[in-house]
């Protein structure tokens, strides 16, 4: 009993933590509708700008406080800084555009913390009074688990009351469900983003700062806790602080206890629990359908085949491309077959998130799935390339058939976070099973046949089942099929009306991009020689979502541009110092400069020049 | 600095020997050329090791082209980051064989980033030194006659803890260890050590927090409730700090023994500070204690260069170079062939002592420290230390044919 009680109060310490941490996250979601990807670089920072603030500081409660709460607000002010000068302009951009924007700050933020703190673990002397315990049935229990239980539940009852008690909050409540409808009737909304992200950013920053006691200021804190906070915003219902706070008591609790049945249960156990609950309440715990905002609803304009000059430059451009191994020397061969890969990769993902409409933060795991098909198929069976090329996409598409049943009744965030839950899963097992997959090890040795050995064979091979397969999804969004895709997107009722399956159309598309990025994941896999889980893990998975917006979502060659044009950067910036910062402000570069992708931006300049 | 004349003199005598006997074209072209190591490990992932190995190997470097180089070239390292993914290192791996036609490969932290590299040394045929990580797979299951690997192993790290944890006498053991291959092996071999010494013992409980992100009050809490008599901890980094803290805070590691693996290695170590436990039974490097001229010469040679203490990866990262420039000079080429066959039984310099490249598996002989931990002004220290060197650590030889079958 006493081990019980003890194990609970550990639960809900664990449980404080999290909300901290997503309070801001769904704050902000809830009125900016951003995704923003940046949260835990805040909260990073919080922990890093604390240690250099208490490291100064007397070591008494009160200059502790004190200390915490100027943290807070230095992190606010960062946030505020964050949302006028990059934020603000692209508000109008497409959905998950900021998402990118706040991708290529998380990258800017990691050089900028090594560079200001450097790279050792910068913990805080802990003075006596932080040390102490609470005897709790005759076990100890820390002082200040204590008072982060209390903190927790403070910090909700204080935001409850700005949001329910203020005309600010008021204000708040109002956007979070119309925002349109509260411009217009001439609400601030320039000033009314910059507090909430401001606001926002400062929960992230307290959080850090409330951690930095526990251990340690490091520069891995800021992915560490990224997913853990979207999972809780997401349970909880996004927007919904409420729902935030039980998602948080749920999954802190739920830990504590689970950890002791089942140790290693520790790589998932968050995923798995967001997956039953988005299966079981779509919307999360306390949240409710999005409102539309006007935006979504306007039926984006039809695509059409491209104009003769854009097919004479893809003409060029695939000639090029076959030449190449004539023109390149051998590394930018390998690099190019790495281009090929992410070609049919993000066209994959863009099938889905582009004319279907389904975002997926999980695309990695098809892509880990059809490389493990083939690593599978060439060490297990021993079978030749052929038999491992034909197995992925199989396998791939097999398991997005039955995954995708959960996933295509969802729509947004939502969507978007299943698939996340589900690519842990996927990533937790091939880590975990190590008796067939080799764990974190990997699997070694899957090297092409020897007819294919030749990088220039592998190369070719890998452009015609690549590009091909690009080419074919093409060819599918002009047929009908692409066409009620498209009006299941835009308009579900009216598609309904005129008799298209929208659930089986969703379905279809899934399968078909699950199977896609199947296939590129089994010829990465012969290129590479060796399959890692670290194909199906998260970075991976944001590689896909950074190139199809990046090329440009709404446009038919987006993905291809994003895919070649990330691949070749990433790829030459990787070689020199401070990739991260380059790589980090080129990206919020592009994104401030073309919103609607490279491609988007292109077919714009070409409509002007025509007109 | 004693240990490199020593190299300079064995590099001097060997490229004697190579000028005589290899042809004049040949030599024509071995003045002229740095001999280059493309280098590729994970300095953005885990710059809390690799940043100051990276000072390591650089001092290596200016030290051995100081001394005139190898074989009459200079060293030249093209390193690169890997951004702590496989599927990247090979693709620098080959950068760095096609377009920087360097002569070898080095480097790697994270043991499936060192897998994916020796990989590629098998299937091209060139020859790749792993420094820093520690899987066993890397010279036993999954060895090859092209890749070496410098450091002790999880085998090796854990065979020579498990001395002073039979002497603990304790019956009831848990383990906790980072979820993924490192921490796996770990605990396997710990366990198994400990089953042969010490028949009777109970592992009672495990846990097994993922990297870089345990729960330490769960944690903690999950190991007190089944109330052992010692914790065997492969956890470092801030999933170190985390669990010390709430160890400490808990009660947790009061009349119970601790062995923990790395702990005593200074990058780890100063975080912890002054909450240090006492008498953990750790591997490390005592770097205020130690007092041996070869130690200390490398302290200050790295603290005077760079002005700040060396870390364990500065160690690893020197000896990286000083093992590659002994076995280039033994070899007396850079061909591959040449050198897979000639790093075996090189004998290399290294911060901790010398050193050699095993003729059985390719694993090098750099040792690490063993002691406890304890508290002084404020800072972790290690005390009762002793220098284990890596060949006292290995299985006998017919285990180690039996776990290599290439």
């Known amino acids: ?611 | 600095m004693p240990i490199f004349r020593r190299t300079l003199l064995a590099a001097g005598t060997t490229t004697l020997a190579a000028t005589l006997a290899a042809p004049a074209i040949l030599r024509a072209q071995s003045t002229s050329a740095p001999i280059r190591i493309g280098e590729v490990n994970s300095y953005t992932a885990i710059p809390a090791f690799t940043l100051p190995y990276r000072l390591g190997w650089q001092l290596a470097v200016e030290q051995v082209n100081a001394a005139g180089g190898v074989l009459g070239r200079k060293l030249e390292v093209i390193s690169h980051d890997d951004a702590g993914k496989p599927q990247d290192a090979v693709r620098l791996a080959s950068a760095l064989l096609d377009e920087s036609r360097v002569d070898l490969l080095a480097g790697g932290f994270l043991s499936n980033v060192g897998l994916a590299l020796s990989d590629v040394a098998r299937q091209r045929k060139r020859l790749f030194v792993a420094s820093e990580p520690l899987t066993d797979a890397l010279v036993w299951e999954q060895g090859h006659r092209y890749c070496y690997r410098l450091r002790p192993s999880t085998y090796m790290q854990v065979s020579m803890l498990v001395d002073d944890a039979v002497k603990l006498g304790a019956k009831r053991w848990v383990t906790v260890s980072p979820n993924y291959e490192y921490g796996q092996s770990l605990v396997k071999w710990f366990k198994l050590l400990m089953q042969q010494r010490q028949p009777g013992i109970e592992f009672v409980a495990e846990q097994w927090p993922a990297l870089g992100r345990i729960d330490a009050g769960a944690t903690a809490a999950a190991l007190a409730q089944a109330r052992p008599d010692a914790i065997f901890n492969g956890t470092f980094g801030p999933d170190l700090t985390n669990f010390v803290r709430q160890g400490n805070t808990r009660g947790l590691f009061e009349k119970r023994g601790v062995v923990s693996v790395l702990t005593g290695e200074p990058e780890y170590l100063e975080p912890l500070g002054d909450e240090t436990p006492e008498g953990w039974i750790v591997t490390g490097w005592p770097i205020e204690t130690v007092t041996d001229p070869t130690n200390r010469a490398f302290i200050d040679a790295y603290t005077k260069r760079f002005n700040e203490a060396p870390k364990m990866g500065s160690v690893v990262g020197h000896a990286t170079i000083t093992a590659i420039a002994a076995g280039i000079a033994k070899s007396g080429s850079v061909e591959t062939e040449a050198m897979a066959d000639g790093f075996k039984g090189a004998r290399f310099p290294t911060p901790f002592g010398p050193a050699i490249w095993r003729h059985q598996d390719n694993q090098g002989t750099l040792g690490t420290f063993v002691g406890r931990t304890t508290v002084k002004n404020g800072r972790g220290q290690m005390v009762d230390w002793r220098y284990v060197d890596g060949a006292d650590a290995m299985p006998s030889d017919d285990e180690v044919r039996r776990l290599r079958p290439a």
């Open chain 1, 1 to 611: 009993m006493d081990v019980i009680v003890l194990q609970l109060l550990t639960g809900l310490a664990g449980a404080s933590t999290l909300f901290l941490v997503a309070a801001g996250l769904t704050v902000i979601f809830g009125v900016t509708r951003v995704v923003n990807f940046s949260h835990g670089s805040l909260y990073m920072l919080g922990a890093f700008i604390a240690w250099s603030i208490l490291t100064r500081l007397p070591r008494e409660p009160e200059f502790f406080i004190l200390g915490i709460l100027a943290t807070a607000i230095a992190t606010a002010a960062t946030g505020a800084l964050l949302e006028v000068a990059l934020l603000r302009r692209i508000y109008r951009a497409p959905e998950l555009l900021q998402l990118l924007a706040t991708f290529g700050v998380v990258l800017v933020v990691q050089d900028a913390a090594l560079f200001l703190w450097g790279p050792v673990d910068l913990s805080l002397s802990r003075p006596r009074w932080l040390r102490g315990a609470i005897e709790v049935m005759g076990l100890r229990f820390p002082l200040y688990d204590a008072a982060l239980i209390a903190i927790g539940p403070s910090v909700l009852g204080l935001l409850l009351l700005l949001f329910h008690r203020t005309r600010w909050g008021l204000l708040v409540r109002a956007a979070t469900q119309d925002r349109d409808m509260a411009a217009a009737l001439g609400v601030d909304q320039r000033m009314l983003f910059t507090s909430v992200f401001a606001l926002g950013a400062g929960l992230a920053g307290l959080g850090g700062a409330l951690a930095l006691p526990q251990g340690s200021a490091n520069l891995n804190m800021d992915l560490a806790v990224i997913a853990d906070a979207f999972v809780v915003v997401v349970v909880g219902g996004m927007g919904s602080l409420g729902g935030a706070f039980l998602a948080a008591l749920l999954i802190g609790v739920l830990n504590a206890f689970g950890i002791v049945l089942v140790p290693k249960i520790t790589l998932v156990l968050v995923f798995l629990v967001m997956a039953v609950v988005l299966v079981l309440r779509p919307h999360g715990l306390l949240g409710r359908p999005q409102a539309m905002a006007r935006a979504e609803v306007e039926a984006l304009s039809p695509i059409r085949p491209a104009p003769p000059a854009l097919q004479i430059l893809g003409a060029v451009a695939l000639a090029l491309a076959i030449a190449a191994p004539f023109l390149a020397g051998p590394y930018l061969l390998t690099v190019l077959t790495e281009a090929a890969v992410a070609v049919l990769f993000a066209a994959a993902l863009h099938v889905m998130m582009g004319p279907g409409g389904m975002a997926s933060f999980g695309h990695a795991a098809w892509f880990g799935i059809g490389a493990y098909a083939a690593a599978f198929a060439a060490k297990s069976l021993a079978a030749p390339m052929a038999v491992g090329l034909l197995l992925a996409p199989l396998a791939a598409g097999a398991v997005a058939l039955a995954v995708g049943g959960f996933v295509v009744r969802m729509s947004g965030v939502y969507l978007a976070m299943l698939t996340l839950a589900f690519a842990q899963i996927a990533w937790a097992v091939a880590f975990q099973w190590v008796d067939v997959t080799g764990g974190d090890n990997g699997v070694l040795g899957v090297w092409p046949d020897p007819w294919a050995a030749n990088p220039w064979t592998l190369y070719w091979l890998a452009l015609v089942l690549c590009i091909g397969g690009a080419l074919l999804l093409r060819r599918a969004l002009f047929a009908p099929f692409g066409f009620a895709l498209r009006a299941s997107r835009d308009s579900a009722l009216r598609a309904e009306a005129i008799g298209l399956d929208t659930t089986s159309l969703r379905l279809a598309a899934f399968v078909l991009a699950g199977a896609a990025a199947g296939l590129s994941g089994a010829v990465f896999a012969y290129a590479k020689g060796s399959v890692f889980p670290t194909y199906m893990a998260i970075p991976h998975s944001v590689d896909a979502l950074v190139m199809v917006l990046l090329g440009g979502v709404q446009t038919m060659a987006g993905p291809v541009v994003g895919a070649v044009s990330y691949t070749l950067l990433h790829s030459w910036l990787l070689t020199s110092d401070l990739w991260r910062l380059k790589l980090g402000l080129l990206i919020v570069v592009l994104v401030l400069a073309f919103p609607a992708g490279i491609a988007g931006a292109a077919a714009s300049a070409w409509a002007r020049v025509r007109r």
